[in-house]
């Protein structure tokens, strides 16, 4: 399963201002929905969807729970299993969460982090360099002294949960206007913030659930000095390729490790996974705990209409086109292939998650089904007088679905990181002259770290990438826009979209991380004097920047609003909510270990060691079906009977790769990394008959370190 979200992953996908949804740096936001490929079968969408409406089946083992609400009675019933406190507490403080996307967790007392090898790709990617491409060849950390640096990597640890809702909601009066209520909302949810940073000094974030009907209060140790320690090669981590990505059976090593340092030395973790001997069983109960970048279940008919009709098909287009941009630079010589590897990476598993997740809105039945079900829920709102009021929120929500539609294509940012700094230097001088509540969100003091620690990246930028980049990205502009308009002229300055962008790239020097300190240290005057020609672009696109955003804060409101009162209606008539969607924030799901039909064949839940041989063998050996030389190199020395990958039937979506699979002795007994291609619709249902979450099984990591990485050491540390 992939990353989620960089930007604020709180906000529904239905108010992103654009479908490249970046971060404020330019960097892509990676794997938003899910990881991996849609290719191959995406017939069994429609497979999953019949039968989670055409049958009696039950969803037991549904749910992404918040920690501080679990599902203890649920457990106890279905499974036998009454967690404890201590438990759960101990679960969530050996959990992480990566900035750049993706969950982790310690796995040592010495501050071993276990992630994904595409959780770790972005770090991999800006690690590396022409002499030594770590996303390919791989790497191990000896000593720790030989442990790299990550350059702008933070790590979350949640320590603790509160319920804020109360304090929000009372500053939101009912005869305010929307405007108002946005701002009275954003300005309460800064200063609690604000005040629980100098209360504990831990990253503070107030999240948004239920669509708006509680708000929560994140607390989070954040870990800055994080280095690499091993990743295997891209054959091994993503064998099989785009062929195999939401397939299963999967033969994949999809893991790295990370260590965290604090005070120049190896971070000492009191709360972190032991590991288990074994691995689980078939059947066996198990927990994923992770951080699930968004899910859309509560949405109403008209959202996921507009999702299928308007957004998925604008994003989808531009997906393409990028995909295509990306492997054209990647054909100009092997160096750009490096470059451009890890975001064509992450726009090909975007495309083709997405491609996979219309093709659930586009079936009939699923959508005929939600539409009875909300006809009925109105039926029965309108008839008791008392709820009535209810009913106008879903007018609300088909409104604000409209004016979202009208809103696509209006862009007001460009795709490149050069330009990404540039917009981030001249809108925080403007913003840091208010008040932190009146601010955008992200650039309010108790964010303001984890903001300067991606601005003042050393990450390498590639001018040639750059110009690619921005060059299409102005061309669409122009598309978008006509080639008359007036706004259009301005930006482009009498050039065409590929010389303007040479211009604008070799007129700027925010590449030179002093460059970026200095402008932003001198605040408002340093923006105005400036003559740095990406800063100049910026400025003139500040006040459509500005102008758009402030139409989505109004339907952002509406619908949070609207949303809010869906959920208040729903538990006026079928009681408790359960849990809310995904808000990229910690949650813990549940399942069992459990293979599947497919096709009338039956899926066991397990691959090997030896399994990886023989579908390298069955494809050829050749394209993506080639193990690294290091596994046949050690092939002799591999315990072949290893468990290399497994199924269960836990509630993932993109966010939860990297996530841990415990037992009830709260033991690491995987890694999930994907899903199959019946999971795709879990943005907006959940069925656990075939949908699967897959991931890595733990005697695999410790065998592959051990017999083929040369890592015994690393290997012995592991749940240490």
Aim: proline share 4%; with cysteine; aromatic share 8%.
């Amino acid at each position: 399963m992939p990353q989620s979200a960089i930007h604020d992953v709180t906000q529904t996908m239905s108010i992103v201002q654009d479908p490249d949804e970046t971060s404020r740096f330019g960097f892509r936001t990676r794997h938003v929905v899910t990881s991996g490929s849609a290719g191959g079968r995406l017939r069994h969408v429609f497979v999953a969807v019949m039968l989670l409406l055409c049958s009696d089946v039950t969803t037991a083992d549904e749910g992404m729970w918040l920690f501080n609400d679990l599902p203890i009675g649920l457990l106890q019933e279905r499974y036998g299993f009454d967690p404890t406190d201590e438990w759960a507490q101990h679960i969530m403080l050996s959990s992480v969460r990566f900035n750049s996307g993706g969950s982790a967790s310690f796995v040592s007392s010495k501050g071993l982090v276990l992630t994904n090898h595409h959780v770790a790709a972005d770090t991999l990617h800006k690690l590396s360099t022409p002499e030594h491409n770590y996303v390919e060849t791989g790497f191990l950390a000896k000593a720790l002294d030989e442990e790299i640096p990550a350059p702008d990597l933070e790590l979350n640890q949640v320590v603790s949960i509160d319920d804020v809702t109360e304090r929000v909601n009372a500053v939101v009066k009912a005869e305010m206007s929307t405007d108002d209520a946005f701002r009275a909302r954003r300005a309460v949810m800064a200063e609690i913030e604000t005040e629980s940073l100098n209360q504990t000094g831990l990253r503070s974030d107030v999240v948004t659930l239920f669509g708006g009907a509680k708000y929560h209060l994140y607390r989070y140790k954040k870990y800055t000095d994080v280095r690499l320690v091993w990743a295997p090669e891209t054959k091994a981590a993503f064998f099989g390729g785009d062929p195999d990505n939401f397939e299963y059976p999967r033969y994949c090593l999809d893991a790295t490790l990370f260590r965290v340092y604090e005070d120049g030395k190896p971070a000492e973790i009191e709360h972190f996974l032991r590991y288990s001997e074994d691995g689980p069983a078939d059947g066996e109960l198990v927990f994923v705990s992770g951080n699930p970048g968004r899910t859309q279940r509560i949405f109403t008919v008209a959202a996921l209409k507009y999702l299928r009709d308007k957004r998925m098909p604008y994003v989808l287009n531009y997906l393409r086109r990028l995909e295509i941009l990306m492997q054209q630079f990647g054909f100009e010589g092997d160096e750009q292939e490096r470059r451009a590897r890890d975001e064509l990476f992450g726009i090909q598993n975007s495309r083709k998650a997405y491609t996979g997740m219309l093709q659930g809105l586009q079936n009939p039945v699923f959508l005929k089904s939600k539409e009875v079900a909300e006809a009925a829920m109105l039926e029965k709102l309108n008839a008791n007088s008392e709820l009535q009021q209810y009913s106008k929120a879903w007018e609300t929500i088909e409104d604000v679905q409209r004016r979202q539609a009208e809103l696509l294509g209006q862009t007001a940012s460009f795709n490149s990181q050069l330009y990404s700094i540039a917009e981030t230097l001249v809108l925080m001088a403007a913003e840091d002259q208010k008040p932190s509540g009146e601010r955008l969100r992200e650039f309010r003091d108790s964010a303001r770290e984890s903001l300067e620690q991606e601005l003042y990246s050393p990450a390498p930028i590639y001018d040639d990438l750059e110009l690619v980049k921005l060059a299409d990205s102005l061309g669409r502009f122009v598309e978008l826009r006509g080639g008359d308009d007036p706004f259009v002229a301005k930006v482009l300055n009498g050039q065409s979209p590929r010389e303007r962008a040479a211009a604008l790239i070799q007129g700027s020097q925010l590449a030179e991380v002093d460059v970026r300190h200095m402008i932003a240290d001198g605040g408002p005057a340093s923006i105005e004097k400036s003559d740095d020609l990406m800063i100049e672009l910026a400025k003139i696109m500040e006040d459509e920047y500005r102008r758009l955003n402030q139409i989505q804060e109004e339907l952002g409101e509406l619908e949070r609003q609207a949303y809010a009162q869906i959920t208040e209606a729903k538990v006026a008539l079928m009681g408790a909510s359960g849990y809310p969607d995904a808000t990229f924030t910690l949650r813990l799901a549940f399942g069992r270990v459990a293979g599947y039909i497919e096709d009338g064949t039956q899926v066991p839940p397990w691959t090997g060691m030896a399994g990886a041989f023989e579908h390298e063998d069955a494809h050829g050996a050749k394209g993506d079906w080639v193990l690294p030389k290091s596994w046949h190199q050690h092939k002799d020395n591999i315990a072949l009977d290893t468990p290399l990958n497994f199924v269960c039937t836990a509630d993932i979506i993109g966010g939860n790769s990297g996530s841990p699979v415990v037992n009830r002795e709260g033991e690491l007994v995987g890694l999930i990394f994907d899903g199959n291609i019946q999971s795709l619709t879990a943005d907006y249902f959940y069925s656990d008959e075939v949908a699967r979450a897959v991931a890595v099984h733990s005697s695999a990591i410790r065998e592959a370190l051990r017999s083929i990485y040369d890592a015994r050491d690393l290997a012995e540390e592991l749940g240490k």
